[in-house]
């Protein structure tokens, strides 16, 4: 049982590589392989993509690029391959042909959910999944940036630190009044906060936000466009929304997702004007 | 700040369940053998060796039950092929226990009987060390611990889950029970392996010798517990919960369910092997009957039955059960399986947590003020806002409303 898997291993070198990265990516050059290289200010570049199900194109030749510290707002109509997109750059899915890098080296179509997880991308569902049975607590616990080896776990504690870091997340998610609740027991809102609270807690450098607002009240809403705000800059965040009021709070670029591909990319005012976009939201 | 293994090891288990640990090994260590093995056959209070033995078997059977509520009840992978890992353990230890028998048996010969039946001249090669005690010991861990890991390994791999996962391991213990039938398999066919004599020279039928393996079968169980319940209290066994409920979400935060699942799995047949291991000594006899499907489905019956998800309802299921079941076989043997069948309806039905989940209910009815249930802990600030938020003209009472919501989710 001890022997270290490949998977394992992978996992773990792409862990202790990211440690690495921060001190000599500025540098640019010199950069071991499977490490995040950040050096072209590109995070995420998707090429080409095409994803099909029995046929039907999901994603059909795909490309889009984010930017290091960039908020990134996608669009589109419903069936648009928005999170068809997200299972592709979480390694859930794997597509037909294309590429998906994160940094210049990182190959995702190679490495599986938990490495890619490791790397440092962390995704927020559509239907917000959180562990129901375990209080909001043991949640973010179980989330937190650690070794997450069956023989560490199996011996691992919380530490002062640990503590320090759950308490700071559940004041920003606003459950510090709920911290020893089962998650199952909180409002719709409330689970979603936790599942960006889970998020945060993985210390991701790349943020990947599936209608993180679904079911919120506009209270709710507006302080989540408050906290994506303060995140951009340090971490990267993609972020799939409907409600526009939202995506214009959050400020972002905007991109346009259409039958599986990009329609139009821009500011949110530039491309509402878009010919094209108000045909494929008015013309049906 | 870090405390060290043995410290939280002592802090898993809760003060009332060491007590409880405390007085089962008096019951166990002391009461039992010096009631069998001390006391003359004509004082009142002791106990005969048939009574020893069903005891001892029972406990066995216990630690088999806790092996799969931490496979099930922890992890939800359904298990209906637990007796292989039984079997191949008790396999284990008897093949040690057919070479002590030495030239005593029946044809005088070096070989177990069966194989001077079948005109065998050697001991087949997988019998090499079998006359070892030390290397039998590590056959009993080894061999189920291996089966259970490259199954496991395939099975998690493929994702295979659910009634898939168990119907696989329902066809896995009948395929090995074929198996051991043959009997070029070596393993005395049919008839599997019994007549013991001996352990380490010492007669398996004297009252000390079955004292001491029913005491080694209590401590296995007390083992098993006080490790179960680390486990489960740990962030491994919080992570395998998760896995448990949403294990998409458990892999796009970093872990990896394969490995969680096959150490659970693993582990879970290593406990199951020693059981076995305890329980061929105790009971005499070791044959392919013991790897049959209905036995499989049997075990998970008696975790349903104590509640699954908590260790003690399945120590709990396995002794109600069992003991229902040497009543019914003394008394009616045929209506034992409609008894069991009707036994898992009734507890699917309306037991949906076992034995410990009744108690449960029954606790919550008596005393409704303090629900036993892990109730949600409201912090102080909370229940005040809660209440400042409360209309005046509603009563105060109406505060408990979410508290007792939450107990019974
Ligand atoms: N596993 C699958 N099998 C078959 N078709 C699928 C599968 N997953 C997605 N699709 C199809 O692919 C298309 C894109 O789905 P996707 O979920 O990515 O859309 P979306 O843009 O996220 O939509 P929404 O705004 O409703 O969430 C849809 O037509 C959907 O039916
Ligand atoms: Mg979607």
């Given amino acids: 049982m001890s022997t270290v898997t490949d998977v394992e291993r992978a996992a773990m070198e792409s862990e202790d590589q990211r440690e690495n990265w921060s001190g000599n990516a500025s540098t640019g050059h010199v950069v071991e392989p499977g490490a995040l290289d950040l050096s072209h200010n590109v995070i995420l570049y998707l090429e080409d993509i095409t994803v099909s199900f029995d046929g039907f194109r999901a994603l059909n030749r795909l490309s889009l690029a984010i930017d290091v510290g960039e908020l990134r707002c996608i669009i589109g109509p419903n069936g648009a391959g928005k999170t068809t997109m997200m299972d592709v750059i979480t390694g859930k899915t794997r597509p037909d042909s294309g590429r998906a890098f994160f940094g210049q080296t990182i190959d995702l179509t190679r490495l599986t959910e938990p490495q890619i997880a490791h790397a ?68 719709h809102g409330q689970k979603q906060w936790l599942e960006i609270g889970m998020l945060l807690m993985q210390e991701p450098k790349l943020l990947l936000l599936d209608e993180p607002v679904a079911g919120m009240t506009d209270d709710e809403t507006e302080r989540t466009a408050e906290l994506f705000v303060s995140l951009a800059g340090k971490h990267s965040l993609v972020v799939v929304e409907h409600d526009m009021a939202f995506v214009e709070a959050l400020g972002g670029k905007v991109t346009v997702l259409c039958e599986g591909s990009v329609l139009a990319e821009g500011d949110l005012a530039e491309v509402q004007e878009d010919a094209r976009v108000i045909e494929v939201y008015l013309g049906r | 700040m870090r405390t060290p293994l043995t410290l939280r090891i002592l802090h898993s288990t809760p003060r009332a369940g060491w007590i409880a640990l405390a007085v089962f090994a008096a019951l166990t260590w002391i009461a039992v053998p010096v009631a069998h093995a001390v006391l003359p056959e004509a004082h009142p209070l002791h106990l005969s060796a048939y009574t020893v033995s069903l005891l001892g078997k029972i406990l066995c059977y216990m630690v088999v039950a806790v092996a799969m509520d931490l496979i099930w009840g922890y992890a939800g992978i359904l298990s209906l092929g637990h007796g292989l890992f039984f079997a ?97 398999t070596g393993f005395g066919g049919n008839n599997g392996f019994t007549d013991f004599k001996r352990i380490l020279g010492y007669s398996i039928t004297s009252p000390e010798m079955r004292a001491t393996l029913f005491a080694l079968s209590a401590a296995l169980l007390m083992a098993c517990l006080v490790l179960g319940r680390y486990l489960v209290t740990s962030r491994f066994g919080r992570v395998l919960a998760a896995i448990r409920d949403a294990e998409s979400r458990v892999m796009f935060i970093g872990y990896n369910p394969l490995h969680y699942k096959l150490f659970m799995w693993t582990l879970s047949a ?6 076995g291991a305890l329980y061929v000594p105790q009971v005499g006899i070791i044959n392919p009957s013991e790897m049959s499907p209905a036995n499989s489905i049997e075990i998970a019956v008696w975790v349903a039955v104590g509640g699954r998800g908590t260790l003690v309802g399945a120590v709990l299921g396995a002794g109600i059960v069992n003991l229902a079941k040497s009543w019914f076989t003394m008394s009616f043997p045929e209506y034992w399986p409609f008894f069991l069948g009707f036994l898992f309806i009734a507890v699917t039905l309306y037991l949906p947590d076992g034995v410990v989940g009744l108690w449960r209910r029954l606790r919550a009815r008596t005393a409704p003020a303090t629900p036993t249930v892990p109730a949600p802990q409201q912090s102080k600030p909370q229940a005040e806002a809660r209440r400042e938020m409360q209309p005046a003209a509603v009563p105060i009472e109406s505060n408990r409303l979410p508290a007792a919501k939450g107990a019974e989710a």
């Fill in chain 2, 88 to 184: 191949l353990g008790g396999y284990a230890f008897g093949m040690y226990l057919m070479r002590q028998i030495g030239r005593d048996g029946s044809y005088q010969s070096d070989l177990p009987d069966f194989m001077v039946f079948l005109d065998w001249k050697e001991l087949p090669w997988y019998w090499a060390g079998s006359d070892s005690f030390l290397g039998t010991l590590l056959l009993v861990v080894a061999v189920p611990g291996l089966v259970a890991f490259v199954f496991g390994w395939f099975a998690f791999r493929s994702r295979i889950k659910g009634v898939y996962f168990s119907i696989i391991t329902q066809a896995l213990t009948y395929a090995a029970m074929l198996l051991f039938f043959r009997n070029e």
């Fill in chain 2, 270 to 275: 290593v406990l199951c092997g020693l059981a």
């Fill in chain 1, 120 to 187: 440092g991308i962390g995704r927020k569902f559509q239907k917000p999944t959180i562990f129901e049975q375990h209080t909001a607590f043991e949640n973010l616990e179980l989330a937190m940036k650690a070794d997450k080896r069956v023989r560490r776990t199996l011996f691992a504690q919380l530490l002062d630190d640990d503590r320090d870091r759950i308490a700071e997340v559940l004041t920003q998610i606003r459950l510090d009044g709920e911290a020893d609740r089962p998650a199952g027991l909180l409002s």
